[in-house]
């Protein structure tokens, strides 16, 4: 049940019985969701987590080659929740689906461990070939509300995907996804080794920053025509308005010498 990706993590992945499985699908959502005030509601209430469940054992049937009682199972957990995740795809420990509706998840897709999804994500193919076709997230991923990650592409570890981002590129590891067509921006300009970051609203912007460096350019050179004041006077409006014939460089309006 766990997938065998290398998204930058060179940790080994300890093997786990269901019982510890399940432990830490509950364990990720209390953590993350602060609406979460206890397991027992997490097991009545939480489509993501019964989605979750549902598809650790579609998955186990799927790898026992009874495929046809795998997307049984996955049909009803979609009828059920609102989410679709196809039984073939591996998903590591410690992953959570807040709210869920609308998530899809593809045949080829690899999620690895302490993975965060919110609703109407979506890791989708590209192609019509039957080949590795969908994306491969990493671990410690945040993927914002309504982001699309489409074709095999690679999600670096410690990657936060922005609400809304269309992401058709591979994602270096600790860095932040913006935009349509996605943007990669490392936040600070380093990488950050901080564990799951739910911050899916702080994501800096590189338009904005270009522009930022061309507003400070321009300033930098109005900061030089100032210094130079003393060769090149600037007009002042009554100039503006009478010019001396001199200075226009026109020689009809020169009196003689």
Not at 8 to 17: E, L, M, V
Not at 43 to 60: D, I, K, N, S, T
Not at 192 to 214: K, S, T, Y
Request: charged residues 25%; contains cysteine.
């Amino acid at each position: 049940m766990e997938p065998t990706i290398d998204a930058g993590s060179s940790a080994p992945r300890k093997r786990r019985g269901p019982v510890q499985a399940i432990r830490e699908d509950l364990r990720a959502a209390l953590e993350r969701d602060p609406a979460a005030r206890n397991w027992f509601e997490v097991v009545l209430f939480y489509p993501g987590w019964h989605a979750l469940m549902m598809h650790r054992v579609a998955h186990l049937l799927w790898r026992s080659h009874l495929k046809l009682p795998a997307r049984m199972l996955g049909a009803f957990s979609r009828f059920m929740t609102g989410i679709e995740i196809h039984p073939a795809v591996p998903i590591g420990r410690g992953f959570f689906i807040d709210h869920g509706m609308g998530v899809v998840i593809g045949e080829t897709a690899e999620i690895g461990d302490n993975v965060t999804l919110y609703h109407g994500v979506t890791l989708g193919g590209r192609s019509l070939e039957k080949t590795k076709r969908h994306p491969t997230v990493g671990n410690n991923v945040v993927v914002g509300a309504g982001a699309k990650i489409l074709g095999p592409v690679l999600i670096g570890d410690g990657a936060r995907i922005g609400a809304g981002s269309v992401v058709v590129k591979d994602v270096p590891p600790n860095s932040v996804v913006v935009g349509v067509p996605g943007r990669v921006t490392f936040r600070d300009g380093a990488p950050v080794h901080d564990g799951i970051d739910l911050e899916h609203d702080n994501l800096p912007d590189p338009v904005v920053r270009a522009l930022q460096c061309m507003l400070d350019r321009v300033q930098g050179l109005e900061a030089e025509i100032q210094r130079l004041d003393g060769r090149v006077k600037p007009y002042d409006a009554l100039n503006a308005m009478d010019p001396d014939p001199r200075i226009s460089g026109n020689p009809e309006d020169e009196s003689p010498a």
